[in-house]
């Protein structure tokens, strides 16, 4: 899987933009970011070796994160979560699209989902960089009047 100079780099920026989250993000940046990152690695070890085949176990992978990326969007109020949801649905319907046509060309397939996890990585970036302002805005936020000690 990190055959690549492309993969090479996309890891790169998955390590640095996963460990920017862990740093500054609160929790729904570190749980994508922690599941990101595992992700990453079942992908590597459930990967075919297969040339032309389509990646059933990546497949898999995704979209459990997907399930997972969706779990946090419920629970938290953090707005990147949305898009990172939609650029994962891309990717599981990136893999179906080549499951059901085999007329695709394996470099546009692999090529979609390298694009769809860069638009994630970018969308984790964002809720990590915006996560300290999210913070003060909860913290500085009033009380209901029912928890108001006055």
Do not use: K
């Not at 990152?37 to 040339?51: D, H, R, Y």
């Not at 990646?55 to 946090?72: A, M, S, T």
């Not at 390298?114 to 805005?137: K, N």
């Amino acid at each position: 899987m990190f055959e690549t100079t492309a993969a090479v780099v996309g890891l790169g920026l998955a390590i640095l933009a996963c460990g920017l989250a862990f740093w500054r993000g609160l929790w729904p940046e570190r749980s994508a970011a922690a599941v990101i990152l595992v992700g990453w690695v079942l992908s590597a070890l459930v990967q075919s070796s297969q040339t032309f085949t389509p990646e059933w176990g990546v497949f898999w992978v995704d979209l459990v994160v997907l399930i997972l990326f969706l779990g946090l969007l419920m629970r938290s109020r953090r707005l990147w979560l949305a898009p990172a949801c939609a650029f994962q649905l891309l990717a599981v319907a990136s893999h179906l699209a080549m499951l059901i046509d085999h007329r695709i060309a394996m470099n546009t397939y692999l090529m979609a989902l390298s694009i769809w996890s860069l638009f994630i990585l970018a969308a984790l970036l964002a809720g990590a960089l915006t996560a300290r302002s999210a913070r003060r805005r909860r913290d500085d936020a009033p009380l209901p009047p029912d928890r108001d000690p006055a």
